[in-house]
């Protein structure tokens, strides 16, 4: 996405690309050698046609904004992100129902924020990481279980706001990691000692170095989108197009 326009007046979004003077191509029956007839288009000409003596404005997206309910390779998905013009900010919805149709934009006057719906670690992965790495000799069931009760322990005490992000780490816009803080670590190590002694403690307090910074101990966060709509005022919603200033674009003729 290169640029994004606003139409003042009438709150429509086009996101300006490389692909909006790209060609369509339709099959024509009969015409060999040549089947297919080229339709020229430009999408942006047809915006400002539509909107024809609106003012405009261009809109900056904001960093890191964008968030999603359906992972990120997901080409049919809902996405949100943020937008400002340097006064206001805006939410940016963007969505198509079918892979064949091309992006919508809707602009929401409001703002969302991301709901943490569970805190949890990664119980399964734990498990088989540890049957994989401390196997001579295997540990028994009975530390395995323990090590994960102490675990969910750790996590009970931990305020993920004091937690740092592990970027890109998930497929999953609302999926989000984080690595365990040094209270915590330090917490989980000290009681280990209970449950393991000698060489098996210190298998186990290896394990959590390895794992602790990119690997099964990283905390799994689940978010929700909250989409908070704000209220148009009446004077908002009148078309007053001349007492607005705005960005003119050229239409071609």
């Given at each position: ?126 498990i088989k990481q540890l049957k994989r790495e401390l ?119």
């Open positions: 996405m290169n640029q994004l326009i606003r139409c003042i007046p009438c709150n429509e979004i086009f996101a300006r690309t490389p692909y909006d003077q790209w060609p369509e191509y339709e099959y024509v029956s009969g015409s060999a050698p040549e089947p297919y007839r080229t339709v020229k288009k430009d999408e942006f000409q047809v915006f400002l046609k539509h909107h024809r003596n609106h003012p405009m404005e261009d809109l900056e997206i904001l960093e890191d904004s964008f968030v999603s309910e359906k992972p990120y390779s997901e080409p049919t998905k809902v996405s949100y992100f943020k937008a400002t013009n340097g006064k206001d900010k805006f939410v940016i919805k963007r969505f198509r129902k079918r892979i064949d149709e091309p992006l919508s934009y809707q602009l929401i006057q409001g703002d969302y924020s991301l709901k943490l719906l569970r805190f949890e670690i990664q119980p399964e992965e734990i196997d001579n000799p295997p540990l028994p069931e009975h530390q395995l279980e323990a090590f994960l009760k102490l675990y969910q322990q750790v996590l009970k005490t931990i305020d993920i706001k004091n937690l740092e992000r592990i970027p890109e780490d998930s497929t999953h816009p609302l999926e989000i990691y984080y690595k365990m803080d040094e209270v915590s670590l330090a917490y989980l190590l000290r009681n280990c000692r209970v449950i393991f002694k000698g060489q098996e403690y210190n298998e186990i307090e290896a394990f959590i170095h390895r794992q602790r910074e990119d690997g099964v101990l990283l905390l799994k966060a689940i978010y929700q989108i909250q989409i908070v709509e704000a209220a148009q005022s009446k004077k908002e919603t009148l078309p007053i197009l001349h007492a607005i200033e705005g960005k003119k674009y050229v239409e071609k003729k």
